[in-house]
């Protein structure tokens, strides 16, 4: 089976695009390499994917519809799903920067939507990333998939919010089967250096102070990479059914095992070796104090079933992280 990956040269993208590919798919991945962070660990995760026979990397812009469609040529006709995830990722960052997020998350999204209806004519399901950022101010913990999420607390948020119910449209008017899915803060190697982990790591090493907001007094739900990526490939062999006939699903994919910041960086100090410098500030725009996902549904429909504490987890980074700086 052909299957198009967007943002394959992302964090997440790349490993499910070398999962697919170990399994035996054939994998089209799309990226633009933009330089929001640096462009040579997207190159490091092309080169892994390039090692397969089967994997074939076209540089286009998701925003830019007729170009990657041209830039895709032939091979629309052999898609049968597709699992976009490229887009503009970071909380604080759509602070600084709007237009990137309407660009690449709404017109971006806008525009997968157009080339499943009209361009794909084999396609079988979407399956996109939304995030755990959707559920904004709301603070009923374990959030969960038929909570409020009209209350956003990011530019970002809003973008994600946005993509799921355009894919409830097109859903809805044309019936294109799709599976969103809510991402919770994924970790792991080669992740995204703005990441608080990635970013942790790399003052610690270099001695550098860490700045823990709203005084350390947060909790997350971190998520392995390899756990995630279980979850997204088995909502890419699902078909989303509901009751009303709709064939739209969203699910959360996290850990449901939230960890306070503080025992967090208690961890990774022990991984690294090395103690941090804290600086504690407090709560920033956008953020949230506490994320925790319900994933019943998911454990449910998809089988999904996350195994990787962070206490396993992070030694891993660490040992990769190790190896990509050179300390």
Not at 178 to 186: A, K, S
Not at 263 to 272: P, Q
Request: charged share 25%; aromatic share 10%.
């Amino acid at each position: 089976m052909t299957i198009l990956v967007t943002g394959a040269a992302g964090f997440i993208g790349a490993f499910v695009a070398r999962a697919l590919l170990e399994r035996g798919e054939r994998v089209i991945g799309l990226d633009n390499l933009d330089s929001y962070y640096d462009p040579a660990l997207k190159r490091h995760r092309l080169e892994m994917l390039e090692a397969h026979g089967d994997f074939r990397f076209v540089r286009a812009d998701i925003a830019d519809f007729a170009g990657m469609v041209e830039t895709l040529g032939g091979e629309r006709e052999a898609v049968r799903v597709v699992v976009h995830l490229a887009a503009q990722a970071g909380v604080r960052h759509s602070l600084e920067n709007p237009f990137a997020y309407a660009r690449s998350n709404l017109l971006g999204h806008l525009a997968i939507l157009e080339l499943c209806r009209h361009r794909l004519p084999r396609l079988e399901r979407l399956v996109y990333a939304s995030s755990s950022s959707v559920y904004g101010a709301n603070t009923e913990v374990p959030f969960a998939e038929d909570q409020r999420v009209d209350r956003p607390v990011s530019l970002y948020a809003a973008t994600k919010r946005a993509d799921e119910l355009m894919s409830e449209t097109y859903a809805r008017l044309y019936g294109i089967p799709q599976i969103g899915l809510r991402f919770f803060t994924v970790y792991g190697p080669m992740g995204r250096p703005d990441m608080a982990y990635f970013a942790f790591a790399d003052a610690i090493v270099e001695g550098r102070p860490i700045r823990l907001f709203n005084h350390g007094r947060m909790r997350r739900d971190f998520t392995w990479i390899e756990d995630v990526v279980a979850g997204v490939l088995a909502a890419a062999d699902h078909r989303p059914a509901r009751e009303d006939g709709v064939p739209h699903r969203i699910f959360n994919l996290g850990n449901h095992r939230p960890v306070e910041l503080l025992t967090f960086v208690h961890l990774l100090e022990r991984a690294i070796g090395r103690e941090a410098v804290k600086e504690f500030a407090p709560m920033q725009p956008g953020d949230v104090v506490e994320t925790c996902a319900d994933i019943t549904a998911a454990r449910r429909e998809l089988g999904f079933a996350p195994t990787t504490p962070l206490e396993e987890g992070l030694p891993r980074f660490v040992a990769w992280h190790r190896r990509w700086r050179g300390w």
